[in-house]
């Protein structure tokens, strides 16, 4: 297989793990990089050994030399980056959240199908082992159908020491952890059909809120909770882990903390240990993410070289953005809203 050539782009706190990552993946490799600060493009620069370095996109796409890009950058510049790779027909990643708005979205998504170009979202929690074994137990039928569940993140991490951008914001976690949180529900249980939410801000020192509470009522009849927090103290910090709760006709799934998936049925139950791989450059308590940073990497490679639909590809991901602006507008107004809606 002849390895694809990828520029980076962002070269900020999270772009470590994915440069770490894109050494690790099998038939890629970055050959780029560019961002607009030129002490954070040395340092990373130097430790992966890049020689091409950007401070500036256009001039990178200019120069060429690359298979696809890779787009690591906060939020404000998404648009224009994914667009700028639509226009020179370069397949791209991009980080999430994927818009400022659902409307931005959707025109990302349309450049680049205009550009017949594949174009993914940067959604790796989906790939984390442990929600990755919850779903294969589900698509061995081990529970039945599948008519309720929990998805929940409760942690008092302190995230803002090593991002404090995610304090000024005047949205926090649902647009920052709660679209991931989202997203698993949607990989589980299907699509949603309607949500109600309810958020909080409990901490004094960020301008959005660090708690919300989401039901979703989901197209194939299921109902879920999602429950993120970044205000609970608890007695064995949780972080980084999404705990599951499932409940079905024929049994049930609990994927608590400390990785051991529990299934219950006819036939009794059984726990399994689905604890992430400890990579060669992470560290805990991040190596369940930095795993899937991996997995979704890889996934982009061997979609690529298939000509297969990633499995969070731009367009899929519009409907997890669309339960993200959902929410917030559900929270604003106290009322259901119909997410099919959004879409339409």
């Known amino acids: 297989m002849t390895e694809l050539k990828g520029a980076l782009i962002g070269c900020g706190f999270f772009a470590i793990n994915q440069m770490h990552a894109w050494n690790d993946v099998r038939g890629a490799g970055i050959v780029a990089i560019c961002d607009r600060d030129p002490e954070r493009l040395k340092i990373v620069g130097d430790q992966f050994g890049i020689d091409r370095r950007y401070g500036d996109a256009e001039a990178l796409f200019a120069d060429g030399g690359f298979d696809f890009v890779d787009i690591a950058t906060t939020v404000q510049s998404h648009r224009f980056l994914v667009e700028l790779a639509a226009a020179n027909k370069v ?8 818009a400022k708005t659902l409307s931005d979205a959707k025109a990302m998504v349309e450049a680049c199908r205009n550009a017949s170009i594949p174009l993914m979202v940067h959604e790796n929690f989906r790939w984390q082992t442990p929600i990755q074994a919850v779903r294969k137990a589900l698509d061995a039928d081990a529970i039945g159908t599948p008519f309720w569940g929990r998805f929940s993140f409760r942690s008092a991490y302190d995230v803002f020491s090593g991002q404090p951008y995610l304090a000024e914001g005047e949205r926090f976690i649902i647009e920052d952890l709660g679209i991931h949180t989202l997203d698993i529900a949607r990989y589980i ?5 309607s949500l109600t939410a309810r958020t909080k801000r409990v901490n004094p020192a960020i301008k ?14 299921a109902t879920s909770v999602v429950d993120v927090s ?5 007695s064995r910090e949780p972080f980084p882990e999404t705990l599951i709760e499932l409940d079905g006709s024929e049994g049930t799934i609990r994927l608590p903390q400390g990785y051991g998936l529990e299934i219950t049925n006819a036939k009794g139950t059984t726990t399994t240990d689905v604890s992430p791989k400890l990579l060669s450059w992470a560290s805990r308590p991040w190596h369940n993410i930095q795993e899937s940073v991996y997995a979704i990497q890889q996934h982009w490679v061997d979609q690529l070289e298939r000509g297969g639909e990633h499995s969070t590809s731009g367009a899929d991901n519009l409907k997890t953005f669309a339960l993200v602006e959902a929410a917030y507008d559900s929270a604003a107004r106290g009322q259901t809203i119909d997410v099919g809606a959004m879409l339409r």
Request: charge should be negative.
């Open 230 to 234: 970044y205000a609970t103290r608890l």
């Open 91 to 98: 397949p791209a990643i991009c980080q999430k959240p994927f």
């Open 189 to 193: 249980l299907g699509d949603v059909r």
């Open 208 to 221: 959005g809120e660090d708690v919300a509470t989401i039901l979703l009522d989901h197209e194939n009849g």
